[in-house]
């Protein structure tokens, strides 16, 4: 593997008495996409928050692009950088939520194109025409003057991908992206998902959708209690999961890891 351009260090995270995190490591290379699975309360909804520095860390290092994230060690341990330096490295670190976070006053161009002008400066033809192309990216250019009331969850969603990207993040972090979505409208997220990690962003996903995941990432990683217990190429660890509590937590969503009705993924194009 190449050089990590995403490095997490024994990465701690305690909750009061509660350890959510317990020395996770993980080295992602430019363009790689990695799935995260596990059950819920595992720690990868609170991995990809301090990876995007909205939680504080215990313990670790997280770097991106060779700068460390967040935090700096000194010798009195962790220190927090300062508010301005941790908007600016927010920046280059894409989220997307289960919910889908839109401002609810703004239309879907003007979601997408806030981020453009009030933090990059962008004018606002400029900041408009790309978000053009970004709804047009996610299959909404017809959208772009509906307010997120007017819109399926699925659309939602796929506003705030476009939101994200349109700060042409470093990395991209899915956070149980279609968790919230109706059935019908998940697959047309997950397109978007492929499409985004196919393009060679740095992706990791937290998701239960055990084939998309399949499909899509180069390596999976199973987490249960806090720490990373089986990782590997994705085929290997969906299809012929190497420990006892990954072959159980797929068994419970047998059918799902199994089913072939996805497998028009490829060809959703």
Do not use: W
Not at 15 to 44: C, D, H, M, N, Q
Not at 58 to 82: C, F, H, M, N, P
Not at 116 to 141: F, N
Not at 219 to 228: D, K, N, V
Request: charge should be neutral; aromatic fraction near 4%.
């Amino acid at each position: 593997m190449h050089e990590s351009f995403l490095q997490v260090t024994d990465l701690v995270k305690h909750y009061g008495s509660f350890t959510a995190l317990k020395g996770v490591s993980l080295a992602v290379a430019k363009g790689e996409a990695i799935a995260l699975i596990g059950p819920s309360g595992s720690g990868k909804s609170t991995l990809l928050r301090c990876i995007n520095v909205l939680e504080t860390i215990t313990a670790g290092s997280i770097r991106v692009d060779a700068s460390e994230i967040g935090y700096r060690a000194t010798g009195q341990g962790l220190k927090r950088l300062g508010e301005t330096t941790l908007a600016r490295q927010r920046e280059d670190i894409g989220m997307v939520f289960q919910s889908f976070n839109l401002f609810p006053h703004m239309s879907a161009l003007d979601n997408v194109t806030a981020g453009l002008r009030l933090v990059r400066g962008r004018d606002e033809a400029s900041a408009r025409q790309r978000g053009l192309e970004l709804l047009a990216r996610v299959g909404l250019a017809d959208k772009a003057g509906h307010f997120p009331r007017q819109l399926s969850g699925g659309q939602q969603q796929r506003v705030a991908i476009a939101r994200a990207l349109a700060m042409e993040p470093k990395v991209m972090l899915f956070d149980e992206p279609t968790s919230a979505l109706d059935p019908e409208t998940v697959q047309e997220v997950l397109n978007v998902i492929r499409d985004v990690s196919a393009s060679g962003m740095t992706t990791l996903i937290a998701t239960h959708e055990m084939e998309f995941a399949r499909r899509v990432s180069h390596r999976t990683l199973f987490m249960e209690a806090g720490q990373i217990v089986e990782h590997g190429p994705s085929e290997q660890v969906l299809g012929a999961p190497q420990t006892e509590r990954c072959r159980k937590f797929l068994k419970g969503l047998s059918g799902l890891a199994t089913s072939s009705n996805t497998e028009d993924l490829n060809h959703a194009h």
